[in-house]
């Protein structure tokens, strides 16, 4: 099988699986599939950090636990949790990662890259929980930011690639390609307020600053994957890598979208 037919065949596959449990799982269950994602993603997050097997293997089961089991251990006291979760990783997305970026931090340390592990994917996890529990067009419509975006920003690099985004990050990138998903979420900010009734300006702004954290996402996995010396986070996913090289603008941009969201819900 060529390169591109196993990357689309893996494409489809995930998606055969991914949007009916988006439109019809209940909470449940749900909630035992992204703790799986979870652990899953920890363990790529550990070999990338160059933790010790054993140590790798402990660290994906404790956050994959810690995400299955901490709503029904906090009860009543899980929605402020959560709401912690996602304001630190506010923090994280719009202070620590652009400095990490331009600094060039590399932070071998054990107890950090454990540390930024759990900022990157716990909120990640309470997001497409909240998400979810908004409704399925709330999620797909999140999520549709992202798949838009990395998709026009493929081909209008590809075709019109000339200057380079970050080139000691991710040479591939280009703002030429920034600029393409810029205005193919244009378009789709355009058809949402259309179908949605929702002001146009405010939804463009919204959608805009959402890039910009999903652009963050996917250069903050690229700088670690580059320090750690590894092309994919892993090889679960054949033509893809690994899982969190495939939710590396989610982790940034779910918790960003969830906290607006939270925002939005106590300005009303």
């Known amino acids: 099988m060529t390169p591109t037919a196993s990357r689309v065949t893996t494409a489809v596959l995930m998606l055969a699986v991914f949007v009916p449990a988006v439109l019809w799982a209940p909470a449940w269950l749900w909630a035992i599939l992204m703790a799986g994602v979870v652990g899953m993603a920890a363990w790529e997050w550990a070999r990338l950090s160059h933790f010790p097997p054993l140590a790798a293997r402990i660290y994906a089961v404790l956050l994959a636990v810690?995400?299955?089991?901490?709503?029904?251990?906090?009860?009543?006291?899980?929605?402020?949790?959560?709401?912690?979760?996602?304001?630190?990783?506010?923090?994280?997305?719009?202070?620590?990662?652009?400095?990490?970026?331009?600094?060039?931090?590399?932070?071998?340390?054990?107890?950090?890259?454990?540390?930024?592990?759990?900022?990157?994917?716990?909120?990640?996890?309470?997001?497409?929980?909240?998400?979810?529990?908004?409704?399925?067009?709330?999620?797909?419509?999140?999520?549709?930011?992202?798949?838009i975006a990395d998709t026009a920003a493929y081909f209008a690099g590809r075709h019109f690639g000339r200057h380079k985004l970050a080139p000691a990050i991710s040479p591939g990138k280009t703002w030429e390609g920034v600029a393409g998903a810029l205005v193919a979420l244009a378009l789709y900010a355009a058809a949402v307020g259309l179908l949605a009734g929702m002001p146009l300006l405010s939804l463009f702004v919204m959608i805009a600053g959402l890039l910009y954290v999903s652009v963050l996402g996917d250069l903050f996995e690229s700088w670690i994957k580059r320090v750690s010396g590894m092309k994919d986070s892993g090889d679960v996913l054949p033509g893809h890598g690994g899982v969190l090289d495939r939710i590396d603008a989610l982790t940034s941009t779910l918790p960003i979208a969830t906290g607006l969201l939270l925002w939005l819900e106590r300005s009303v």
Do not use: E
Request: with cysteine; hydrophobic share 65%.
């Open 66 to 147: 810690c995400a299955f089991a901490l709503p029904h251990i906090l009860g009543a006291d899980w929605p402020v949790f959560r709401t912690s979760l996602i304001l630190l990783a506010v923090a994280f997305w719009l202070v620590v990662a652009p400095m990490w970026l331009l600094g060039r931090w590399q932070a071998p340390q054990p107890a950090v890259r454990a540390s930024v592990g759990v900022v990157l994917l716990l909120p990640t996890w309470a997001a497409l929980l909240y998400l979810h529990a908004r409704g399925p067009a709330v999620l797909l419509g999140v999520m549709a930011i992202v798949w």
